[in-house]
C-alpha cells in the first residue's frame, strides 16, 4: 500500500494540475464566440438548432459539412444545445473541462508507462500551460482537438494494459478508443506508428530474445507491426473520409495553386518554427499566412537543424531511447498537418502542436531527468528552472487566451503582430460590418485586398457595402472581379443582384442564369431572377421560377407571396387568391399580405371579406398608405357617396 506521505503527495500533484489549467484558462468562460468558423461551426449551424436526437445523430454521423467528417465533435455540440442553448460561456466551459481532463490523462498515462512520477506531473504541467494550447482550448470551434486528445490518451491507457497482460478485451478496447478518436479528428492517424515507437520505449517490446536479460514483453518486430494492422486500417479508413469531405469542399489546394516545391520549403520552415515557439512561444496568432517567398537561405537551415537533431537522437536508439520515441513522435504527428497536402491558407496553426507536444516534452524532459540523475548538484537549480519556465508560460497562455476574448482583440492582436495578415483584416471587416460600422468595415477589406488583390470573399463583401453606399461602379468593379477570381453560384447571384440595383437587367439576368447553373436549387438566385421577369412582363417565366421555390420551401410566406403577385399581374386573380391566402397563414402579422390578400378578395367580388383584411392592415400598421381610403370605399358603396351632402 501507498505511504500516506505518497497519498498526499499524488493528491498535491493532481491538485495543482487542475489549479494551473483554471488559472489560466477560467478566464475564457466569460468569453463570446468570434466570427472565425464559429458561425458556421456552432451558432449558425442550422444543424445543431434542435439539439441532440436520432435526426441529428444521423446527421453528425453521415454529413461532410464544412469539409469535415468528425461525428463525434459534432455530437459534442449538440449536446452542448440541448442542455446550454447557444450559449458561448457554456461551449467555453466544457472546453475548459475537457483540457483539465487531458491534462490529468496525460500525468496518469505517462506515468503508468513510465513508472516515473515527477517526470510525469511536469509533462503534464508543460502540457497544461503551454501558451501554443492555448487555440486549442480559447477557440470553440477547436474543440475537435480537446476530443481527440481525450481519446488519444485513453487509446495509450488500454494500449499500455493490452501490452502489458496481453490479454485480447484490452486490445478491442484500444481499437474502439482510437475509433472513437478518428471520429474527434483525423489527427489520430498517426496514432499507430506513435503506438509502435512506445513499443520500443517505454514498453520495452521490442529486445530481442538472444539479448541477456530480454523483457517478458519482448516478441519480434514484425509481429508488433502486424499487430497494428487493424489500427492503421482505421486511419487509412479515416484519413479517406477525411480526403473526400476536404475535396469536396474544395479546401484542397492542387499542384497548380501551391507546387510541390513550395510545399516542401514550407515543410522543413513549418517544423522549425513549431520547435522555436514550443522552447520560446513569442508572436502567437491565430493564422499565419501561408506563402511562397521563403529565403532560401531559411530553408537550408531549417533542413539543417531538423536533419541534424533528428541524425543525432536516431543514434541513442538503443542508449537513451526516450530521445528518440519522443522526437520522432513530434515529427511523426505533424506530417498529415505539415503542408505536404494543403488545406486552407496556413502555413502553420498553434493548434497542430497539442498531441505532438506530448513527444517533444517527454524527450526534453527524461534527457533532463537523467542529466540530473548523473550530476545531482544541478537537481535544484534545474529544478527551479523548470519551475520558473512553467511560470512564464502561464503568464504568456493567459496573455494569448486574452486575445480570444472577442473579434476586436483577436485579430488586432494578429494585425499588430504582422500588419499583411489578411485573413485578420477580413474577418476584422466583416465584425464590422455586422455591427455597422460601415466605414470600418470597407477600411479592412480594402487592407486585405491590399495585401492579397486575389481575395475573392474580400471583394465580394467591399462590393456589396460600396453597393449599399450607392457607390455602385466601385462596387461592380469588386463584384465582377470576386467572379473571375472564384466564380460561384453566391459571386454570381451578388453581382446579379448589384446590376439588378442599379437597372441593368439584361447583365442581372445573366448572372442569375449562371447562378443557377452552379447550384439549380439556388432558392434567392430563383426569386430574384422571379421578381426582375415579373417586372419586365414574362410572367409564364417568372412563375416558373417562383412555382421551383415553392416546391423546395412550401413554408415560405415571401415564395407564395412573389406567386400570387406574378398571377396578379397577369389579373389571373382566381389563381393569385390562394396563393396570397397561403402567404398570410403563414406570416399572419404582415400588413402587405393582408392587403395584398384583400386587394384579391375586392377584386374576386368578395367586399365583406376584403374589408376585415383591409381593417387589419389599418390595426397593424394605422399609417399604411391609402388604407383609410380603401376602407371607406368598402363601407361606402360609390352610389350612395354621390348622394350625401356635400
Not at 490529468?104 to 494550447?133: D, E, G, I, M, Q
Not at 521490442?206 to 516478441?219: D, M, Q
Not at 537549480?381 to 472577442?406: V, Y
Not at 406570416?587 to 376585415?612: I, T, V, Y
Amino acid at each position: 500500500m501507498k505511504s500516506l506521505v505518497n497519498v498526499r503527495r499524488d493528491w498535491l500533484a493532481w491538485l495543482v494540475l487542475g489549479g494551473l489549467v483554471l488559472l489560466v484558462y477560467g478566464q475564457t468562460t466569460s468569453f463570446d464566440f468570434v466570427n472565425f468558423d464559429d458561425p458556421i461551426y456552432i451558432y449558425r449551424n442550422p444543424n445543431l438548432k434542435s439539439g441532440l436526437s436520432w435526426t441529428t445523430l444521423k446527421w453528425a454521423l453521415t454529413t461532410f459539412y464544412f469539409s469535415n467528417w468528425h461525428p463525434l465533435t459534432w455530437v459534442s455540440y449538440l449536446s452542448d444545445v440541448s442542455l446550454f442553448g447557444f450559449n458561448p460561456h457554456a461551449f467555453h466551459a466544457v472546453n475548459v473541462g475537457l483540457h483539465l481532463g487531458n491534462t490529468l490523462l496525460v500525468f496518469l498515462t505517462v506515468n503508468r508507462y513510465t513508472k516515473t512520477f515527477w517526470p510525469s506531473w511536469w509533462t503534464a504541467v508543460f502540457f497544461a500551460v503551454h501558451p501554443l494550447h492555448v487555440e486549442s482550448v480559447a477557440w470553440i470551434s477547436e474543440r475537435k482537438d480537446l476530443l481527440a486528445g481525450c481519446f488519444w490518451l485513453l487509446t495509450m491507457l488500454a494500449y499500455e494494459r493490452y501490452a502489458r497482460t496481453s490479454l485480447w478485451r484490452f486490445y478491442g478496447l484500444t481499437l474502439l478508443c482510437l475509433t472513437l478518436g478518428l471520429m474527434a479528428k483525423p489527427m489520430l492517424v498517426t496514432l499507430p506508428c506513435v503506438l509502435l515507437l512506445l513499443d520500443h520505449w517505454p514498453l520495452n517490446r521490442t529486445n530481442p530474445a538472444s539479448t541477456e536479460t530480454p523483457s517478458p514483453l519482448s516478441l519480434p518486430v514484425v509481429r508488433l507491426a502486424l499487430e497494428k494492422v487493424p489500427f492503421f486500417t482505421l486511419a487509412a479508413v479515416s484519413g479517406w473520409l477525411t480526403f473526400l469531405a476536404q475535396q469536396r469542399g474544395e479546401t484542397v489546394h492542387s499542384l497548380k495553386t501551391i507546387p510541390l516545391s513550395a510545399r516542401l520549403a514550407n515543410v522543413s520552415t513549418a517544423y522549425l518554427e513549431y520547435l522555436s515557439k514550443t522552447l520560446a512561444p513569442a508572436r502567437l496568432t491565430f493564422f499565419y499566412p501561408f506563402t511562397e517567398q521563403i529565403p532560401g537561405w531559411k530553408i537550408v537551415a531549417a533542413s539543417f537543424v531538423i536533419g541534424g537533431i533528428s541524425i543525432l537522437v536516431a543514434r541513442t536508439w538503443k542508449t537513451r531511447p526516450f530521445q528518440a520515441v519522443g522526437w520522432f513522435w513530434f515529427l511523426g504527428t505533424l506530417v498529415p498537418v505539415i503542408g505536404l497536402v494543403q488545406v486552407g491558407d496556413q502555413a502553420l496553426a498553434d493548434r497542430y502542436t497539442y498531441l505532438p507536444h506530448l513527444g517533444l516534452f517527454i524527450a526534453i524532459i527524461w534527457t533532463a531527468t537523467g542529466f540530473i540523475s548523473e550530476r545531482q548538484h544541478l537537481k535544484v537549480p534545474l529544478t527551479a528552472g523548470a519551475t520558473l519556465g512553467a511560470a512564464l508560460f502561464l503568464w504568456l497562455a493567459w496573455e494569448q487566451a486574452q486575445t480570444w476574448r472577442d473579434n476586436v482583440a483577436l485579430y488586432q492582436h494578429a494585425i499588430a503582430i504582422n500588419p499583411t495578415n489578411a485573413v485578420a483584416h477580413f474577418n476584422l471587416g466583416v465584425h464590422f460590418a455586422e455591427s455597422g460600422a460601415i466605414e470600418q468595415a470597407i477600411v479592412q477589406y480594402q487592407a486585405a485586398i491590399g495585401v492579397n488583390p486575389r481575395y475573392a470573399d474580400a471583394s465580394t463583401n467591399l462590393g456589396e457595402l460600396l453597393l449599399q453606399q450607392g457607390r455602385a461602379g466601385e462596387a461592380l468593379t469588386q463584384l465582377s472581379w470576386a467572379v473571375q477570381l472564384q466564380p460561384s453560384a453566391q459571386r454570381y447571384f451578388n453581382l446579379g443582384t448589384a446590376f439588378q440595383k442599379t437597372g441593368r437587367l439584361r447583365e442581372a439576368s445573366a448572372c442569375y442564369r449562371e447562378a443557377l447553373a452552379y447550384d439549380p436549387n439556388f432558392i434567392q438566385a430563383h426569386t430574384n431572377w422571379g421578381i426582375l421577369l415579373a417586372e419586365q412582363g414574362n410572367i409564364a417565366a417568372a412563375l416558373e421560377h417562383f412555382q421551383t421555390v415553392i416546391a423546395r420551401q412550401p413554408d415560405s410566406a415571401e415564395a407564395h407571396h412573389n406567386l400570387g403577385f406574378a398571377l396578379e399581374n397577369q389579373n389571373r386573380w382566381q389563381e393569385a387568391l390562394p396563393a396570397y391566402q397561403k402567404a398570410v397563414a403563414l406570416e399572419p402579422n404582415s400588413d402587405e399580405l393582408h392587403f395584398k390578400l384583400g386587394n384579391a378578395l375586392e377584386k374576386m367580388g368578395n367586399r365583406a371579406e376584403a374589408l376585415q383584411h383591409f381593417e387589419r392592415v389599418a390595426r397593424l400598421n394605422p399609417t399604411y398608405p391609402n388604407i383609410q381610403d380603401r376602407i371607406s370605399a368598402i363601407k361606402i358603396p360609390a352610389s350612395t357617396a354621390s348622394t350625401l351632402p356635400k
